[in-house]
């Protein structure tokens, strides 16, 4: 199996499997009990939390836990605005995952920040759209479709700026700032503080951990409703039994990926070189999309113009090579790429369009067969097309 598509998920660890397979089964206590071994899966509960908290350079008791990435993107939206009807009080990037993009359209009312040709956000348009009714800023850590990683802190000095203007001012309007940082977990070395963020979502699933686990840091001051009521837990803001198995693997899982996560950066910059330089020899032209110079090491999308995408996909997908058009939502609904029209390329371009994410299922010479293999799919569906033609 060639498996290209760690973006869309990644296989669970041996690490992370072994740490909750107990919680499954011995360790079944329900962690909000009063009794003694209810206590000790509370506690490791807590200490869970703690790694993936301290992985951020956080708190644990500032992390709530989520049932993934999407319901930690749609708390954050929970923020405790005022209404607003007529000013655009949120503000997103145009190449944001639907989680954040459908989310912000329930706002009331919202605005996209313009990006590059190669994904990153315009820093001086974000300037100029955040007015005295802002309220919210949502800015993935790295694009779910480019893997652009995105000036994050600088975006956050303008924030701070707007905050300092308010307060001066005399003016009490909120202003957060928030990041979802699933695609870049365990790739890069990520701080709240150094990233100057008030709320950050995570993904187990992006990192070697268990599906259906999540968590969003919450900054001091930042104010939320909770979208789920009932029993209170995560500080009222999650009610619902605790998914204690999945929280232990979560926490194994990325305490793994940080121990590992420069030479892993290394090894996947490796692997994504050598790809590139097989591809460059198609008879084809292909565009690699994304900044070169602020990607993710693993990531490798591209388009080559006048194919179709979704052919080579079921084409390589007989030869056991698995890779996505874009981002698995969108493609499942087969819907065209938002990101790759904000940045700009032709329709032709967009349908021509793969998202390559490799990972730990990767080796050298496993790359090197999977890049032939694609190599030799597109070269034949360039002579179909041109035969067409004539």
Known sequence: MYYLDHAAATPLSAKAKKAFTAYFSDQFFNPSSPYLPAQTVRDAYEAAKDTIAHSIGARGADLIITAGATESINLAFSFRYSTCNRDKCVLISAV????????????????????????????????????????????????????????????????????????????????????????????????????????????SAKVYGPKGIGALWVGR???????????GQESGLRSGTENVPGV???????????????????????????????????????????DPKHQLANFLPLSIPGLDAERLIYKLEKQQVYLSTGAACAANKGQKSQALKAIGITNEQIAGSLRISLGKLNTEKNIQQAGHLILEAINEEQERTSGKTK
């Open 221 to 231: 001051g930042v104010k939320l409703e909770p979208l789920i009521v009932g029993g």
């Open 96 to 203: 944001e995952h639907p989680a954040v993009s459908e989310t912000a359209k329930k706002s009331g009312s919202y605005d996209t920040i313009k990006v590059s040709k190669h994904g990153i956000i315009d820093l001086a348009d974000l300037a100029a759209k955040i007015t005295p009714h802002t309220q919210f800023i949502s800015i993935a850590l790295a694009s779910s479709e480019l893997g652009s990683i995105q000036p994050i802190a600088k975006a956050a000095e303008l924030v701070k700026a707007e905050r300092a203007r308010r307060l001066a001012a005399g003016e009490t309007t909120p202003l957060y700032l928030h990041c979802d940082a699933s695609q870049g977990l365990g790739i890069l070395d990520i701080k709240v503080a150094r990233l100057g963020v008030d709320l950050l979502t995570l993904n």
């Open 248 to 290: 232990i693997g979560f926490a194994a899982a990325i305490k793994e990926a940080a121990a590992h996560q420069k030479t892993e950066q290394k090894r996947l910059l490796g692997l994504k070189n050598t790809l590139k330089g097989i591809l460059t020899s198609a008879d084809q032209p292909i565009i690699f999309l994304g």
